[in-house]
C-alpha cells in the first residue's frame, strides 16, 4: 500500500508540472509492470492492481499530451526561425542598396558617353532600360521607407473597379518595354463596379505582382476575382493571381524577401515584398503557393463593401461569340458579358479552325487577331455579325492586312467599362451617343462668351530639350490646380513646380477638387486631373467642373497611366483637353504649360531661388550630395524625398540604438544597423555608412565589449546627417 500511496503523489505531481516529465518514461513504466516488482501476496492485490493499472494509464496519457505540447513547441519555434530569417533577410537588402544603384547609374553614364560618340540604337535602348531600373528601384525604395516609418495610410473610400484595373494596365504598359505575357482580368460576374476599400494601394499590390511573373517570363498572367459565397458570413473580396512560371515555394523566405541578382543587376522581390506589407495594412493577408502543376499563384483577400447602383445598359442584349486562343481570356470574356446582360458563348481554337459554328447565329464575333487570316477574314465578312479584333496589352500593332478593315480592336485585359464603351460605339448611332453623354451628364454645360475655348490636344506632348526647374518660371503667375491622390506624385509634380513661383493647391480626390473650386476666390488657369482616384474618379470631376461657368474654358489635363484608345477617348468625352502619360517628366509638363499658357515677358518679380546649383557645389557637413543624387539618377526631386524618408524613419534611431546596447539585444542592433548602412551608402551619408560598417564588423566578431563605445559616435553622426538633411531641403 505504501507503493500505491508514493506512486499516487508521484502522479498527482506530474499532473500538476507536466513540463517535468523525464524522458525515461516510458522506460519507467516498463520496469515498474516486471512481474519480480508487483507483490501478488497481498489480500489487496487485485484492488491493488486496477489502481496501478489506472495509473500507468494516466502516466501514458500524461506522456501523449507531453509528446503533443513538446511537438507544439517545436513548431512555435520553427515558426520563430522563419519569422526572424525573413526579418533578417529583409533588412539585408538595403546593406548594398547604395553600391548597386550607384554601379547603374556608372555604367548609365558611360553608355551615354558612347551615344555623345556616335552610338548605336542600342545603346540607346540600354540607357533607357538602366534609367527606368534607376527610377523603379528609386520609387520602390521610398515606398520601403514609408513602410518603414509607418506612414503608410490606409484610406477606404468608394472606387470604381474599372477605373483600378485600368490604371493597373496603363502602369504595366509603361513599366514593360517589350513582353509576350497574356494579361487576363477575371472578374467574377456578382462583383458590383462601385466598390469601398483603397483604391490606390489596392493597385500597388496588383502592379507588383504581375509584374513579378512578367520579370520571371511568365507567357500568362490570370487574376482572378471572386466574392463570399451568400452562405458565408464574413465579407471578403479574393484576388488569385495565377500563372505559368515554375518555382518550388518551400516558406516564404524563398519569395517575399526582395534580394539584389548580380547578373541581373535589379532587385528581385522588393515589390512584392512591398505588396506583402500592404496587404497586411489592409487587413488582408498575401501568400504564396503552388498550384497542382507547381506552377506559383498569388492569393490574397481584403474586406468587401459593395455600393449599390442602378446603372442602365444602353444596349439590348446581343448574342456574341468569343474566338481566343487562351482560354482564360474567353472565360474573362464571357464573365464581362454576363455581368452587362449579354449571351456569350466560348470557342475554342481547334473548333474554330476544325469544325467552325454557323456565324450567322451570332449579331457580334470577338476574336484574337492571331486566328485571324485573309481566307477566314472573308469569311466572317460575308456574315451578317459584326467582328471586334481582340490583341494583347503589349502588342504595338494588328496584322497588317487588319489595319485597312479599320475594325474595333478591344486591349486584352478588358474591363466591364471598356466593353460596355465598345459595344456603345458599335451599336448606338451618333445621335444616340449623344443623348447617353448627356444622362451621364443632366445639366447643360454652358458655352462661356467671355472666354475663348481652349483647344483640343490628342497626341503625345514632346520632350522639350534643355528644360530645368528654372524654366518654368515663365509661367509664375498661373493658378494650378492638381488633382492627384496619390502623395508621391503630388510631391513630384510640386517639386517640379517648386523654383517657379507658381501658386499650386492639390486636392486628394475629384469631389475635393470640385469643394476646392465652389470655395477658392481666385480662378486656376489650368487643373491638372488623375483619372483613378477613390470618391470621385476624374471622368466625373471633369464633367462636373465644365458645370461650373467660371471653368467651362478652363484648360483640363488628365494625368494617366491609361494610353489605350477607348480610355484617351474616354477622357476628352469627359471633356479634358490632353492628357499627359505617368510617370510624369519635367519635360512634357512644360510643353503642355506651354500649350495652354501663355508666357510671361516680364521678369522683374524673381522666383525664391534662380541659380541652378551643380551638386559638386554643394558643401553639406554629413552629407555628399552629390553621391546621393547620383545614387537617385540625378533627380533631386526623387533625392529629396528618399532623404524626408530616411529622416522621418530614422530620427530616432539613436535612443533605439542606445537602448539595445543597454539591453545586450545585439541581433535586433545588427538589423538596425544593416538598414542604416544601406540608407546611408543610398543618401550620400559616407561617414555614417563607415561608422555603421564598422559596428557590424565588431558584431560580426562577437567584440560585443566594444559595441557601447559606439553610442555617442553613433549619435554625433546621425544628427550631422539629420542637419545635413534639413540644410538641404531648405536649401537646395
Known sequence: MKVLLLLSLFIIQLLATPEIIPEELPQIISEAMQPENIATQSEDFTLWSALFGLGVVALIALFLSSEQLNNFKKSIQKKEKVEKKIDQLQSQILSDMGENIQDMVKKTSDTAKEIARGGDRQHIQEVIKSENQILSLTTNLIEFLRIKSKKIKIVNEEFILSNLLNDVSGLLKNSVLHSRCNIVYDIHSNIAERLYGDTLNLSKIITNLILYFIEHNASKVVLELSRDSIFSKDENLYFTLKSDYKYRVEDETSIFTANYNEKTQKYESLGIFIAKELSNLMNGE????????????????????????????????????????????AVATKEILTALNHKAKICKKEEFILNPPEFNEYDLIIISQHLLSETNLKTLEQKKAKIVVSKTLFEKDTKEFLRKKEFPIMIKPATRSDMKQLLEKIYLSKEAQEQAEQQKSPTQIQESKEQKAPPVYKGNFNDKISITLESFVAF?????????????NQKVFTGILGKSAIDIKVANHGQEALDMLNREEKNFDIIFMDINMPVMDGYNCALEIRKIPIYDSVPIIALSALTSPSEVEKMFDSKMNAYLAKPLKKETLYSAFEMFLTKEKDRRAKPRKTKEFQPQEIKIEGLNVAKGLKQTGGDPIFYKEVLVEFRDAY??????????????????????????????????????????????????????????????????????????????????
Not at 296 to 302: G, K, L, S
Not at 711 to 717: G, I, L, T
Open 286 to 329: 498575401l501568400i504564396a503557393r503552388n498550384d497542382k502543376n507547381g506552377n506559383v499563384e498569388f492569393f490574397f483577400n481584403i474586406p468587401y463593401k459593395s455600393i449599390k447602383t442602378k446603372e442602365k445598359n444602353s444596349i439590348k442584349e446581343k448574342k456574341i461569340l468569343i474566338v481566343d486562343e487562351l482560354h482564360e481570356a
Open 476 to 488: 509664375r503667375s498661373s493658378r494650378v490646380l492638381l488633382v492627384e491622390d496619390n502623395i508621391i
Open 651 to 732: 530620427k530616432l534611431s539613436d535612443k533605439t540604438f542606445q537602448i539595445l546596447v543597454e539591453d545586450f539585444r545585439y541581433e535586433q542592433l545588427r538589423l538596425l544597423c544593416v538598414d542604416v548602412r544601406g540608407l546611408a551608402g543610398s543618401i550620400g551619408a559616407d561617414a555614417l555608412h563607415d561608422l555603421t560598417t564598422d559596428i557590424l564588423q565588431r558584431l560580426l566578431y562577437k567584440k560585443h565589449e566594444l559595441i557601447p563605445t559606439f553610442v555617442k559616435s553613433y549619435k554625433e553622426e546621425l544628427h550631422k546627417v539629420l542637419e545635413g538633411i534639413d540644410t538641404y531641403l531648405e536649401n537646395y
